[in-house]
């Protein structure tokens, strides 16, 4: 059999060698270190991005604590003034006329459907709670 032959298969072995050496070499020395440059910076930009993320959380999670305060400090005003004033006291649920507010209610809701922009509409969160409670 002709490729078996030892004449021809120690030449096939030494230029296998030398292609795959010259071919190694050219990997690690050229393609190797562009790679591994571009492993690194990958990593540096993710470091980064995920400390800048931390610090937007910690900013958001001041922000958040300090609107709840403010809220509450409101609300709480709010609340003085209501027990302040007897006019305005709605402690009494059944004294309190809910129809005007229902009908102030439902023109905004028409009015914001026949003139509504969709971001301002997705943005607003309604929940509803009952006043008369049993």
Avoid: C, G
């Avoid at 305060?69 to 007897?86: A, E, G, M, T, V």
């Amino acid at each position: 059999m002709p490729q078996l032959d030892r004449i021809i298969i120690f030449p096939q072995i030494f230029w296998l060698f030398v292609i795959f050496t010259v071919f190694y070499i050219s990997l690690t020395h050229f393609f190797l270190p562009k790679f591994l440059k571009s492993l690194k910076a990958r990593k540096e930009i993710i470091k980064v991005n995920e400390a800048e993320a931390l610090l937007l959380i910690k900013k958001s999670m001041a922000n958040q604590a300090k609107l709840k305060l403010l809220l509450l400090n409101h609300l709480s005003d709010i609340k003085k003034i209501f027990s302040i004033n007897p006019i305005l006291n709605i402690s009494d649920t059944r004294s309190l006329n809910t129809k005007r507010v229902d009908e102030l209610i439902s023109v905004m809701i028409k009015n914001s459907a026949l003139f509504h922009d969709s971001q301002i509409l997705d943005s607003i969160s309604i929940n509803v709670k009952s006043v008369y409670s049993k």
